[in-house]
Each structure stands twice: as structure tokens, then as C-alpha cells.
């Protein structure tokens, strides 16, 4: 009757989702799920969802977090997926839709409506699985994706082939327990406005000018400098080719816009641009430096690799400030996401708290969570039309020190376990605390807190990346371009990208022109063409 009565208050009320959450039901969700189906009996027509079929896992207030959280954007995400399946069927497209998740996956609309917090952080998450995808392709394992577009710079680490994941994320207040990528993201991008401060200092962003009116350069009554304005006033990116030549960029608009922020500080067009560009690396390469140095990884031990349609052009700039040997720039960065998106496993991951110290752990319970696990998954994946023989699972688990309060994730074997894998699994949380700690605690306890199964059915056999014959002749450049390199103006070969031949290289400075992007080579690298066409370009000395 209370369930009933709460129901009818918050109708009146005008609400239009319900969140319903029980303190413990991630240990016993059976009290939960009868409110579920009581709530959603008496209201059939409102968003209902529960916190252990979204997140079954220890800690109430994450759970209630992104419980609620789901359940908001739930009513949204819902709407707009009915109306585009209604719109795609209009159309005739009759095939299997499937959209990116937070957590690196892709899934059907009938699993995002389901779970809508997925789709919270979602935009990013397809550029850490290109660049493990690429890396695969070269044999890289670690890797530092930068993802620069108009309004936004997305860094994420690719460690040993795997995307790094975080489970403590914030959005605005709220936060949000579920895996996600760890993708680090700052407003810095082409369209990022260059400004001075009450001290009459210079700053770039995190305004952006967006794409109308977009850069002065643009032409479209835009009157902010930008990045791409001082990127083009300093020879980096075309006027006549940029895009294809589907926009034409004015530099005089540019020039003026540049010479207004920099008039204050008596700098010149060109004086300005330099600043401008020199600003914005130095707070990406802060941020990249946020998630790898500052967290003890050696970037020596990484390349970069620079996508979306401006990244190319800050990529090797950004190497030269980190110390990054290797940068890789992908042919089609522009399509840099698009091509994570194209391999992304359509999968989930799913969660059941079990606490218990590790020398006592009772692996027939743990076998039984995991049998549950792996049945909710296939089932989901039944409703997909996908077949159980493809699904593949991985499993790990989340470990702390006794009483700590933050655990890691440490690799189970894919199997159920015996009592034989007790002792190595510790072994592995020290090892893992060590890496990403620096240091280890061999002498305290360790505890198991939460099992986790990762279920993924494949999709990248179905991308073919093409390869073309090898050639070790000297490339022509289709022109010369004036442009700036450590404060002086020089003249430098400009590169057709799909001219050039796998095998082929050449040293900077250059620049390379693509559909999409445009690749800058600073003196000190030298660019090659690999066998998938990315330029791979060397850091000498």
C-alpha cells in the first residue's frame, strides 16, 4: 500500500521516471524487485527502473547515484530511440542498429533502453578502441589516444592492448559507478577562442566558436580568433584545401582576428598564432601528462596517436612536449571514431558484490554468481538474435587491502575457479597495486569486494583495412607552403596523403593533406608510410 501511495504522489507530481532502490538488495534484491513490479503496475506508462538490475553492487550511494541517473535519462534515451527506429524504418533501412555505450561496447536499443545510464559518456568512448585497434594492427600495446575535434581534446591510455576503464566517474553532481572508459576530456579544439584575461594574459579556451559561425577564417561573420585561425595564419592547415577545399578559409579574417587579442600585447598576427598554438599544447600535453606521468607510466614506453580532424596537426607537437618517440597518424583521422565505432564489440559488463578475505574464499558461491552472470548475459544476447557459440567471456575481480577503500581490478581465468587459483590471484592484486601505485603491501591482507564478467560477441572480423603495394621511391610533394616552425618562417614540401605509397617517408618539416585532416611534421621527425597507410612519424636523436 506505501509503494502504491508514493506511486500516486509522485504522479501527481508529474514525474516521469521512478528510481527505486533498496540498501542491501545487491546482496538480495528479492524486497526490491517486488516494489519493481508493484511500482510498475501502477504506473505502466512511466520509466521504472531498480538498482540491481542497473548496478548490483556494493556501496548504496553509487548505486543509488547511477541508479537515479538512469533513470533520468532513461525517458529521454527512450523516446529518441523509438522515433529514430521509426524514422530509419520510414526510410527503408532495415538493418541491425546498434549504438555506442560508455563502457566501450555497442548494444542493441532494446539493452540501451534498459541500462539508458550506458549511454551517459558515451560520445568519447569509440576513439580509445581505434587506437587499440590500430595499435593491434602495428603491434603497439601502449598507447596514448588524443581524439582533437572542434570544441574538445578526448586523452585516454591504451595499456598492454586494453583500454583503460574507471568506475568512479562524475557527472556535474552526480555520480556514476558504472565501467566506463577512462577518457579524459578538456575544451581544447580547433574552434577553441584565444582570449586575454583581466592580467592581460593570453588563454585559449575552453569557449569554442563551435562550427557556426566557427573560426574568423570561416567567413561566416565569426569575429573570435581561434585555434584553426592561428593554425592557418602559421602555415599549418590550408586555405584553399581544407576539408577537401569543401571550405575555403580566409586568412586575412584570421590575420584580424589574431592581431585583435594580440594587439594588447603589441604582438603581431603571426607573434599571436605562435602563442595561441604554443598555449593550447602545452594544456593538452598537461592533461595527457595527468593520466600517464602523473600516474608513474613512462610515456617513453607509449606512442601517440593523434585523430579527429585536428589532432594530426598538434599530434608531434605534442610527442616533442611529452618525450613520446612515435606518433601515428591515421589516414582518415577525421574518421578516427567512426572506425572504433566500426569495431567495437557489441557486449556488456556485469557486476555481483561479494565480499571476502582471500584466503577463505568460497569458489563454488563465487561459480554460481558467475553461472548467473554469464546466463543473464547470453540472455540479453539471445534477444539480439545473437548465437551463445560466439559469445566470448572474460572475467576479473575487484580487490583492495583490508580496509581500504578503493579496490582494483585484477584478470580471473575464464573458467570457473578452484581452489588451486587462490594464491596466484593475491599475487596478481600486487603486482597490479604496484603498477599503478608504485608500490605494493605483500604483508596485508587482501580481500576480494566485487566479480565482474566481461561478454562480448566480435565484430571486427567483419572490417577489412585495405593494403597496398610498397614502394621505396622518393615521394613528390604537390607543392610548397610558407609556415612557421620555432618562431621562423620557412618553406616546407606539402605532401598529397592518398599519393603516397606505403614504404615511402621523408623528413620534417612537411606537412601531408588529407580529405579530413591535415598531418603537420616539425623538423625532427621523420614520417613513414606504413602497410595500412597511417603515417608513423619518428622523433630523431
Known amino acids: 500500500a506505501e509503494v502504491r501511495e508514493a506511486v500516486a504522489r509522485l504522479r501527481a507530481d508529474g514525474v516521469q521516471s521512478i528510481a527505486v532502490c533498496f540498501l542491501h538488495s545487491y546482496a538480495n534484491s528479492m524486497n526490491e524487485a517486488v516494489a519493481l513490479d508493484l511500482v510498475r503496475a501502477a504506473a505502466p506508462d512511466l520509466h521504472v527502473v531498480a538498482s540491481h538490475e542497473i548496478l548490483p553492487v556494493w556501496g548504496e550511494f553509487e548505486r543509488f547515484s547511477t ?5 533520468y535519462v532513461g525517458t529521454i534515451v527512450s523516446r529518441y530511440l523509438d522515433d529514430l527506429q521509426s524514422r530509419l524504418e520510414g526510410m527503408g533501412l532495415g538493418g541491425r542498429l546498434l549504438l555506442v555505450q560508455a563502457d566501450g561496447h555497442v548494444q542493441s536499443p532494446l539493452e540501451v533502453a534498459r541500462k539508458a545510464v550506458y549511454m551517459v559518456g558515451s560520445g568519447p568512448a569509440a576513439a580509445p578502441t581505434s587506437a587499440a585497434f590500430l595499435g593491434g594492427l602495428g603491434g603497439w600495446g601502449n598507447i596514448i589516444s588524443v581524439d582533437v575535434g572542434g570544441t574538445s581534446c578526448d586523452v585516454c591510455l591504451v595499456r598492454d592492448g586494453r583500454v583503460e576503464a574507471t568506475t568512479e566517474s562524475w557527472v556535474g553532481e552526480e555520480r556514476i559507478a558504472i565501467t566506463m572508459r577512462d577518457v579524459h576530456t578538456v575544451g581544447a579544439g580547433g574552434g577553441s577562442i584565444a582570449w586575454s584575461d583581466s592580467l592581460g594574459l593570453l588563454r585559449v579556451g575552453p569557449q569554442s566558436a563551435g562550427a557556426d559561425p566557427g573560426p574568423a577564417c570561416y567567413g561566416k561573420a565569426g569575429e573570435a580568433a581561434t585555434v584553426t585561425d592561428a593554425a592557418l595564419v602559421l602555415g599549418y592547415v590550408p586555405g584553399d584545401n581544407f576539408l577537401g577545399g569543401e571550405i575555403p578559409l580566409d586568412t586575412d579574417l584570421a ?20 602563442a595561441v598554438f604554443t598555449t593550447i599544447n602545452s594544456f593538452m600535453a598537461d592533461q595527457i601528462s595527468e593520466i600517464s606521468t602523473r600516474r608513474g607510466n613512462d610515456v ?4 601517440l596517436i593523434g585523430g579527429g580532424g585536428a589532432g594530426p596537426v598538434h599530434a608531434a607537437f605534442l610527442a616533442e612536449l611529452l ?9 582518415a583521422a577525421g574518421l578516427y571514431s567512426a572506425l572504433g565505432m566500426q569495431v567495437m564489440d557489441i557486449g556488456r559488463e556485469y557486476a555481483r558484490t561479494y565480499v571476502s578475505p582471500a584466503p577463505t574464499l568460497n569458489v563454488q558461491e563465487v561459480n554460481a554468481l558467475y553461472a548467473a552472470m554469464e546466463e543473464e548475459a547470453l540472455t540479453a544476447f539471445r534477444r539480439m538474435g545473437l548465437e551463445p557459440r560466439d559469445v566470448h567471456f572474460g572475467r576479473s575481480a575487484d580487490m583492495r587491502y583490508y580496509r581500504q577503500f578503493h579496490e582494483i581490478p585484477v584478470p580471473l581465468p575464464a573458467r570457473p575457479l578452484s581452489g ?10 600486487h603486482r597490479a597495486h604496484e603498477d599503478l601505485y608504485t608500490f605494493a603491501m605483500p604483508f596485508r591482507a587482501a580481500e576480494f569486494i566485487t566479480f565482474r564478467l566481461h561478454a562480448s560477441v566480435s565484430r571486427r572480423e567483419d572490417v577489412q583495412f585495405p593494403t597496398a603495394a610498397s614502394s621505396d621511391r622518393t615521394p613528390t610533394p604537390k607543392r610548397e607552403r610558407a609556415a612557421y616552425f620555432g618562431g621562423r618562417q620557412v618553406t616546407v614540401p606539402v605532401y598529397d596523403g592518398p599519393a603516397l605509397a606505403p614504404g615511402q617517408g621523408f623528413r620534417g618539416p612537411a606537412i601531408i593533406e588529407e580529405a579530413t585532416t591535415t598531418a603537420v611534421i616539425p623538423p625532427g621527425f621523420e614520417a613513414r608510410v606504413d602497410a595500412y597507410h597511417n603515417y608513423v612519424l619518428t622523433r630523431e636523436g
Not at 590575420?255 to 603581431?268: E, H, M, N, P
Open 255 to 274: 590575420r584580424a582576428a589574431l592581431v585583435r587579442v594580440g594587439s594588447s600585447l603589441g604582438f603581431s598576427a603571426e607573434r599571436t598564432a605562435q
Open 67 to 71: 541508479t537515479v541517473v538512469s533513470a
Open 323 to 331: 618525450g613520446v618517440r612515435t606518433v601515428v597518424i591515421p589516414q
Open 300 to 303: 617513453r614506453d607509449f606512442i
Open 420 to 429: 588451486d587459483d587462490l594464491p596466484a590471484v593475491p599475487e596478481a592484486f
